[in-house]
């Protein structure tokens, strides 16, 4: 799945707080691309390879976490359930779920259960940032 986000795309706004965003992926190559993106617009950026990981990182994390960026589909635990769990830690936590299935959030089915933002793949790096800012600033 090729995300083609290139920082300097990405124009910054002005100077930004240092919120940190999370950013879960299991492909090595996205999660960097995502990572150098957002650092370069001034986030301080944590990352995890999985759902088990990223649940592991946001325990130890939380009160600095401000926003997860999740790919849906992993191996050991999906985006989808390891965003669930960390509400129970952090309820209200912002996240943008990502999927290269369009109608990926439709997989939810519960009308019960908290769904975060969602975005297809490719993303755009500038709707990305719009996005961030515009739930980060919600806060």
Request: charged residues 25%; hydrophobic residues 45%; proline residues 6%.
């Amino acid at each position: 799945m090729a995300l083609s986000l290139q920082p300097a795309d990405v124009e910054a706004d002005g100077p930004l707080e240092r919120r940190t965003i999370l950013v879960v992926d299991d492909e090595v190559m996205v999660r960097q691309m995502l990572q150098d993106c957002l650092e370069d617009c001034g986030f301080n950026v944590l990352t995890a390879m999985d759902g088990v990981e990223a649940c592991g990182l946001f325990m130890k994390e939380s009160a600095r976490i401000d926003l997860v960026v999740s790919d849906v589909l992993m191996p050991k635990m999906n985006g989808f359930y390891a965003y669930q769990l960390m509400c129970r830690i952090k309820p209200g936590l912002k996240a943008i779920l990502v999927s290269g299935y369009p109608n990926g959030v439709e997989m939810i089915n519960d009308e019960h259960l908290n769904v975060p933002e969602f975005m297809a793949k490719p993303i755009s790096p500038k709707e990305l940032l719009v996005k961030i800012r515009t739930m980060l600033d919600d806060a």
